[in-house]
């Protein structure tokens, strides 16, 4: 009878039964009424414990996970109970999950008729990437007697992993496709510039680029002779994340580095879509996780295996490693965007000469963070003397960035400075803006 459990209302009844017997030493009246009371209590239980346990597969309970949870996001949980008692009982519902969620207050609860089916349906939204170990779904059955529970046992130690976030890929697509994001959307802007594509050469005609004189053809015909470029249909694009120490700042229980590997697969997702080659590079004190261009089929899901598997001990990041690693590995010109952060002009002067060296071959967009507490410090309204030392102190940081900002754009270094929760929104519009320019 382990999965026997006593409920608070026998105790009561226990306790009704003493009092009687108490006061029976002062009025012995009361003795017979005890025993009718103890006797009473004693046939309740049995009768309780007839039919609960009295069935053997009387209550059959399934939890339904999904294939592997979405990080950072709601993820549903179903729980299916059918009930084949012939009396209607009242449930509880206990589900050890995983320890990541430290949620010790868990309990689904509800009335059940004879021979009912419910489901139960609750969130769950992960806040790192892993493997989420399920405990024991754990169901507590009681009748109308309420004196004991029955409690039952299904599926005990599932496991699920944990991938960078794929839930809303859908979504992000449609908007790109639109070009309607809630940021105010993409300006359409004409396409200045040709890329390195070539088609055809052909005679020269007023409004030409001069640029694009092929020399040795116009020799051999005595006049004026260009070279035609077509868009580029398939331009590589690297992501690169940077596994630093300056990676681990948490906003609203997501680390920078988590923000910028879902960031990583929302844009992935909709570089594929509009058919050019994503590629994935990660770095701290070397480069790991690397995944080459490509448009093939299967490359997001490459992509978001190289992405779940990102281990990272938050060391000091080293951008002499990346920059030669690039130049040896990235041969064609690329966009490259780098998710990064820095929090100090100093610190880009550090590594300045690196950034430039990468930008010196590719299109280099640096995307780093707002902090989400300063900028809420400095929309507050200040109330006393130390707030407004507070909010000095907030905005002279945020002025920093902006100076960050324009030593970056004097070197021809684009940039994305967005806070981490519109950061998918951003990388994407950025993306989106590349192409309609034909920056690339």
Known sequence: MKNLYINSRFYMALLAV????????????????????????????????????GK????????????KLSNGDQNEILVSVKNNYPIPISVRIIDEIPFQFQKRDFLLSRQMKSGEDVVFQYPLVPKARGTYHFGKLNVFVRSQLLFISRRFIFQEGESLPCYPSFIHLRKYELMALQNEFMMGGLKKIRKLGHTMEF?????????????????????????????????????????????????????????????SVNAVMALSHIILKKSDRAGLMTFSKQTENKVAADNRSGQLRKISEALYHIQTDFFESDFSRL?????????????????????????????????????????????????SELHDLIQANPENMKEVYDQIIAEKLEFEKKLIIQELRKYGIHSIYTLPENLNIEVINKYLEVKARGLL
């Open 18 to 53: 003493g009092s009687l017997y108490v006061l029976a030493f002062f009025f012995s009246v009361l003795l017979w009424f005890a025993h009718i009371l103890l006797i009473l209590c004693l046939i309740l239980l049995a009768v309780d414990i007839f039919l609960l346990f």
């Open 199 to 259: 088609e055809q050469i052909k005679d020269y005609v007023s409004g030409d680029d001069i640029r694009t004189i092929n020399w040795k053809a116009t020799a051999k015909r005595n006049q004026l002779m260009v070279n035609q470029f077509q868009d580029e249909k398939s331009q590589r694009i690297f992501l690169i994340i940077d596994k630093g120490r300056t990676m681990q700042m948490p906003f609203r229980g997501l680390s920078l580095l988590d923000y």
């Open 323 to 371: 920059y030669q690693d690039v130049r040896f590995t990235v041969g064609q010109r690329s966009l490259i965007l780098l998710f990064t952060n820095f929090e100090t002009l100093d610190a880009v002067t550090r590594q300045m000469k690196y950034l430039r060296g990468i930008a010196k071959n590719h299109l280099l967009v640096v995307v780093f963070f707002r902090n």
């Open 56 to 67: 053997k597969s009387a209550l059959l309970a399934r939890r339904t996970l999904p294939e």
